[in-house]
Structures are given as C-alpha cells and as structure tokens.
C-alpha cells in the first residue's frame, strides 16, 4: 500500500470534516488481518482546541453497544441452546406471552428489526415536567430506593427500571412486518443474560469475551473504573443532566438504567473494539487461538436474514445495501467496495464499526460528532466515514 497516499487523503478527509465542524476531534484505526496498519488521532476533544485526541482515548460508543455488549452474549446462548432464535422471544421473556401482538414474535425476527417494534421509547418524559426533574424518580443523593447512579449528583428510582419494561411490554408492534430499526428489546436482554447465564450481565461480558480478546477498557460507566485514558464528552445536556455530558452514557434511556444496558452505555479504545471486531472477522476465534463462539452461529449472525423483504440486516449486525457494489460512493454504505459479507454498527454519538471477513479488513472511526449539540448531521451529510472506509479498499486493490 502507497502508506503517504493514504496519509494524504485521510488527513484531507479529516481536515474538512473539523473544517465543517462535522466533529472536533476523532480517531481512525484500520486492521488488515490482525495486523493494524493505520491508527491516528486527529484534532480536539472540544472546539476550545485545549485536550487534543489521543490514540488510547475513550469513546462512549453509543449504538456499537449492541453488537459488543449483548450481541456476543446471545450469540454464545445461541451456540449453548439456551436461546432458539425461531422460537417465541415470549418463551424467555414471560410479560410477552400474554401480549397478543408480540407472543410470536421471533428472536430472529426481532434482532434483523424485523419484528414491527417501535423504534424508540423517550422514557425521559416520564422523568420529566416543564423541563423540570420530578423528585419522585431522580433524587441528588443515593439512598435505599435510590441506588443507580445517572450522573454526577443525579439517581434514579430503583423501581424505574419496572416502568421502562411495563413501557417496552405495552408498547404497539406494526401489523406490517417489513424492515423497522428498533432498539428497544436491547434494554431487555441485559437482565435476559444474566437470568439465563446466572451472572450478572456486565460480569459475563468481561469474564466471557472481554478478558480473552485482551480488551483492558471495554465496559460500563468509566467514572467508576479508575482508568487512565482520558475520556471524550459528548453532548452539552441542556434538558436533563445540564452539564457537558462527560464520562457516563449519552444516551438517556441507558442513562436512566444506571448506565448498563445493551442499546448504549460501553465506552473503549479503538484498539479494543478493533479487537472484538476481529474476533467476529475470525469468526468466534480470539487471537490466542481460542473458539469462543462457534463459526455456524457466528455465520448465522452475520448473515442477511430477509433481502426478500428489502430487509439488509444480520442478527444485530447492520449490513451493507442491498447492492451497494452498484452504487456511487455518495450513495453507498459503507463503502460501495466492501464486500457482502461484511458487517458492523454505526453509534449515535458518532462512532462505527466495520469488519470484512472476505478482505479481512477492520475498520473503525471514532468521534464526539454530537458534540456541542446532535443537531451537528455533517458527519452524515458529507459522508465521511464510507469515504475514509473507500481510501483503504482503493489502496489495497491495487
């Protein structure tokens, strides 16, 4: 590869996406086999330019939550036939079995956003009034009923969580089963983890897949860690928490789940979502050789499940276009070069996650794009990361 003609168009790309105010600062690392052949750090974690982006910063990872927290889990119950993908999700999740929309509803149906689930509940309303905190579920001090923690000086009502499932059981599904992104069963499967594996969820994460592929930082709630790796914020909050919201979650529904829950909430390096990402490049395999999960489910998982319902998605996995090898880089993602079988997630807050097991190319883009505010869609509107995607395939071809 013509390693100065890469420099010279990624920092152009970078250049212009700071230039644009697309993000501050962010971080690109690439992986060509297990080797990793790019890894820079570019611009500032805020537009003041005081903290400049490090290469072993901490990213809130946001949406790449759900295929590095509960992904792995449920594909490893998969693999252990404690979970079946075609039979009723109703048959672990009891409250569904007496709903009579969702008592059929699949798991695989429901992880390829397939199901007709609602999109996105704002459980902040229900915490919320005139732009006010209500005292009857965030208090500013930890007591008894009060013991998750959603920010500096804010707890939220140990009975919360009850509502939020009463919330996602109740909720409408769509007679219409056609492709439908829904997160909402991923704020399920944490406590679906732990009662199905007997540990608690954040535990079963480490021990099971975090600790073999040798991530040091992947996990919840980083304030509490005592890492040394400097943290990037994100968005300054002026609804809820009315801070710059630093060093716990972004995203509100995980926040007001104390900051573990399986639709948001993992921060890490890049290095270490290179890591998992490789670990799903290899199919179940860590790089010290072991077979974690099983290459037939690993397969399965990232496999389109419905391209005859214009559906493009895995099991949790997002997925190329459908034939995106026709289309225009504009029009594309990710790349128009990335191959079928590849697969990854895009995060809220800015971030993505790709793996190309035919190519065996790792690529991973980090940034605080939300920062000062979500309404910062450049990111999106110049399409930054399938162009910096596009900079590596280009030069491996040739």
Do not use: C
């Given at each position: 590869?013509?390693?100065?003609?890469?420099?010279?168009?990624?920092?152009?790309?970078?250049?212009?996406?700071?230039?644009?105010?697309?993000?501050?600062?962010?971080?690109?690392?690439?992986?060509?086999?297990?080797?990793?052949?790019?890894?820079?750090?570019?611009?500032?974690?805020?537009?003041?330019?005081?903290?400049?982006?490090?290469?072993?910063?901490?990213?809130?990872?946001?949406?790449?939550?759900?295929?590095?927290?509960?992904?792995?889990?449920?594909?490893?119950?998969?693999?252990?036939?404690?979970?079946?993908?075609?039979?009723?999700?109703?048959?672990?999740?009891?409250?569904?079995?007496?709903?009579?929309?969702?008592?059929?509803?699949?798991?695989?149906?429901?992880?390829?956003?397939?199901?007709?689930?609602?999109?996105?509940?704002?459980?902040?309303?229900?915490?919320?009034?005139?732009?006010?905190?209500?005292?009857?579920?965030?208090?500013?001090?930890?007591?008894?009923?009060?013991?998750?923690?959603?920010?500096?000086?804010?707890?939220?009502?140990?009975?919360?969580?009850?509502?939020?499932?009463r919330m996602i059981n109740r909720s409408e599904?769509?007679?219409?089963?056609?492709?439908?992104?829904?997160?909402?069963?991923?704020?399920?499967?944490?406590?679906?983890?732990?009662?199905?594996?007997?540990?608690?969820?954040?535990?079963?994460?480490?021990?099971?897949?975090?600790?073999?592929?040798?991530?040091?930082?992947?996990?919840?709630?980083?304030?509490?860690?005592?890492?040394?790796?400097?943290?990037?914020?994100?968005?300054?909050?002026t609804l809820f928490r009315k801070d710059l919201?630093?060093?716990?979650?972004?995203?509100?529904?995980?926040?007001?789940?104390?900051?573990?829950?399986?639709?948001?909430?993992?921060?890490?390096?890049?290095?270490?979502?290179?890591?998992?990402?490789?670990?799903?490049?290899?199919?179940?395999?860590?790089?010290?050789?072991?077979?974690?999960?099983?290459?037939?489910?690993?397969?399965?998982?990232?496999?389109?499940?419905?391209?005859?319902?214009?559906?493009?998605?895995?099991?949790?996995?997002?997925?190329?276009?459908?034939?995106?090898?026709?289309?225009?880089?504009?029009?594309?993602?990710?790349?128009?070069?990335?191959?079928?079988?590849?697969?990854?997630?895009?995060?809220?807050?800015?971030?993505?996650?790709?793996?190309?097991?035919?190519?065996?190319?790792?690529?991973?883009?980090?940034?605080?794009?939300?920062?000062?505010?979500?309404?910062?869609?450049?990111?999106?509107?110049?399409?930054?990361?399938?162009?910096?995607?596009?900079?590596?395939?280009?030069?491996?071809?040739k």
């Amino acid at each position: 590869m013509d390693e100065s003609s890469i420099n010279q168009q990624v920092d152009s790309i970078m250049q212009l996406g700071i230039q644009e105010q697309a993000f501050p600062g962010a971080q690109i690392l690439v992986a060509k086999g297990n080797e990793v052949i790019f890894h820079k750090a570019y611009g500032y974690h805020t537009y003041d330019s005081v903290q400049k982006v490090g290469l072993d910063d901490l990213y809130d990872l946001a949406s790449v939550t759900k295929i590095t927290g509960p992904l792995p889990a449920l594909m490893k119950l998969v693999d252990e036939q404690k979970l079946d993908l075609d039979a009723p999700f109703s048959t672990y999740w009891e409250p569904w079995a007496k709903r009579k929309d969702k008592k059929d509803l699949t798991l695989r149906e429901i992880l390829s956003h397939q199901a007709g689930l609602v999109p996105y509940i704002i459980f902040l309303e229900k915490v919320m009034k005139k732009e006010k905190i209500k005292k009857r579920f965030i208090r500013t001090k930890p007591s008894e009923k009060f013991q998750k923690q959603v920010y500096e000086g804010l707890y939220v009502k140990n009975r919360f969580l009850r509502k939020i499932y009463r919330m996602i059981n109740r909720s409408e599904v769509s007679t219409d089963k056609k492709y439908r992104y829904s997160g909402l069963t991923f704020l399920i499967y944490p406590e679906l983890i732990s009662n199905l594996t007997g540990t608690a969820y954040e535990s079963y994460l480490k021990t099971t897949f975090y600790d073999p592929i040798g991530s040091k930082t992947l996990g919840f709630n980083p304030m509490t860690k005592g890492y040394p790796n400097k943290i990037v914020p994100t968005e300054v909050d002026t609804l809820f928490r009315k801070d710059l919201t630093y060093g716990w979650v972004h995203d509100e529904n995980a926040s007001l789940l104390g900051g573990i829950s399986g639709n948001a909430g993992l921060f890490g390096t890049a290095e270490d979502l290179a890591k998992i990402m490789l670990f799903y490049q290899s199919l179940g395999v860590t790089l010290g050789g072991e077979q974690i999960i099983s290459k037939a489910t690993v397969e399965e998982f990232i496999k389109v499940q419905y391209p005859e319902n214009e559906n493009r998605r895995g099991l949790g996995f997002d997925k190329p276009l459908l034939g995106n090898d026709t289309l225009a880089i504009a029009d594309a993602y990710p790349s128009p070069k990335a191959s079928p079988k590849s697969f990854g997630h895009a995060g809220f807050t800015g971030t993505f996650v790709w793996a190309d097991p035919e190519n065996q190319l790792v690529f991973v883009f980090l940034s605080n794009r939300v920062y000062p505010t979500r309404t910062h869609r450049k990111l999106y509107s110049l399409n930054i990361r399938t162009a910096l995607q596009d900079v590596f395939y280009t030069a491996l071809a040739k």
